[in-house]
């Protein structure tokens, strides 16, 4: 999975390879090469501009320092480790999103509505989602109103047995359904209910309807767009649809078990502003993560000993100027200009390769 941005990504490093510093031409013939594999993972094109705007921006801001302490050893840091470092980190502030992904109501229930394509893997996902809360300690309550596809509820039920959660399910149309089973978790102290819809085969104007219905009704405080990764720029031309429709506020992006190319991972969030938060990688209901960028950006790069190190790097460069300034604190010189945390980008998923795995290209 992710081979084509990876290789992307390492012929782009290749192309920087015995270079110390980066410049305008040299990066250039580098983001060619990360042109190519984006848009070769069926990355949205104004992403892959944009994406690529940032990165040039950023690195011709830096100067390349050669030389860290790594531990006890000297290792050099090329343009090529630079430039990696500045992509993944363009990549999950691309990707991440901030703190818990479910949306609490302050009292009584909270409502996840789960919206998408059929065979997008919604109704799978319910049944991960629950599992994955319940285990969490919430009481769950599951309600089957696709009443689209005649196997989803009866699916459903089986998933819900599977994992002990019960499913809400009488003979009514949609709204109805999600509307009593919604009172029936407000009487019986449910602290999460989720709605599975209905879904087509394409986006039309019934099932919008109906989903906008449902939102309206039960006004659930999260509503989460399934969406299949091997599908590519199709998925995100039909995620824009379902926002521009339901505003949806995060995506479950499923399938990310199969071959992928990452198109719709890496677009997703910058076309709808809502962030992948959680991922299925696998048909059953164990096989359900919440969606961490920094892991996510890693396995995209393929070079987590590269983006290891330049961690590290950077902790070298933060410490060191933290003792310089805290040196100039006791001189009475600090001013506010000294102050020079450098930035990093939110992520929740911790450093991913450990020193025993980072194996730095040169050591000085
Ligand atoms: P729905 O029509 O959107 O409700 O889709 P389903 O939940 O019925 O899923 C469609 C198919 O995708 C089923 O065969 C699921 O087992 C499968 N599926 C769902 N999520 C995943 C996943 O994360 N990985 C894999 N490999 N298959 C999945």
């Given at each position: 999975m992710f081979d084509t941005l990876t290789k992307g990504f390492r012929n782009a490093k290749n192309r920087l390879a015995g270079l110390a510093e980066l410049d305008d031409k040299n990066i250039e013939t580098a983001l060619r090469e990360v042109r190519l594999s984006l848009l070769e993972a069926d990355v949205d094109l104004g992403v892959v501009k944009s994406f690529l705007a940032s990165v040039k921006q950023t690195a011709l801001g830096q100067t390349v320092q050669v030389v860290a302490k790594h531990g006890d050893t000297k290792v050099k840091v090329t343009a090529g480790d630079q430039f990696v470092k500045i992509c993944h980190d363009e990549l999950v502030t691309r990707m991440a999103h901030e703190g818990d992904p479910i949306q609490w109501e302050d009292k009584g229930p909270t409502g996840i509505m789960m919206v998408g394509l059929?065979?997008?893997?919604k109704t799978t996902s319910c049944g991960k989602l629950a599992r994955l809360y319940q285990k969490d300690g919430k009481k769950v309550l599951l309600v089957a109103?696709?009443?689209?596809?005649?196997a989803a509820v009866e699916q459903l039920k089986i998933l819900g047995g599977q994992i002990d959660v019960p499913v809400f399910n009488m003979p009514a149309t949609p709204v109805e359904i999600c509307q009593r089973g919604w009172e029936e978790a407000k009487k019986l102290g449910y602290d999460l209910v989720i709605f599975d819809t209905a879904g087509r085969l394409a986006v039309d104007d019934v099932l919008m309807q109906e989903l906008e219905a449902i939102k309206g009704s039960v006004q659930p405080k999260n509503i989460f767009f399934v969406v299949d990764a091997m599908i590519g720029q199709d998925a995100v031309r039909t995620a824009r649809t379902f926002h521009d429709r339901l505003a949806f506020g995060g995506v479950v992006m499923t399938?990310?078990?199969?071959?992928?190319?990452?198109g719709a991972a890496l677009s997703v969030k910058t076309i709808?502003?809502?962030?992948?938060?959680f991922v299925g990688v696998?048909?059953?209901?164990?096989?359900?993560e919440e969606f961490r960028a920094d892991g996510m950006a890693t396995r995209v790069l393929g070079m987590g000993d590269v983006v290891g190190l330049m961690k590290d790097f950077e902790g070298v460069i933060d410490q060191k100027k933290a003792e310089e300034d805290a040196l100039r604190m006791l001189q009475g010189?600090?001013?506010?200009?000294?102050?020079?945390a450098r930035s990093r980008p939110s992520?929740?998923?911790?450093?991913?390769?450990t020193s025993s795995t980072r194996c730095p290209a040169s050591a000085a």
């Open positions: 059929q065979g997008s893997g109103a696709d009443m689209q596809r005649p399938k990310l078990d199969g071959d992928a190319r990452g709808t502003g809502a962030p992948v938060l696998g048909e059953t209901t164990d096989k359900f010189e600090f001013t506010s200009t000294t102050s020079s992520s929740r998923w911790g450093r991913s390769t």
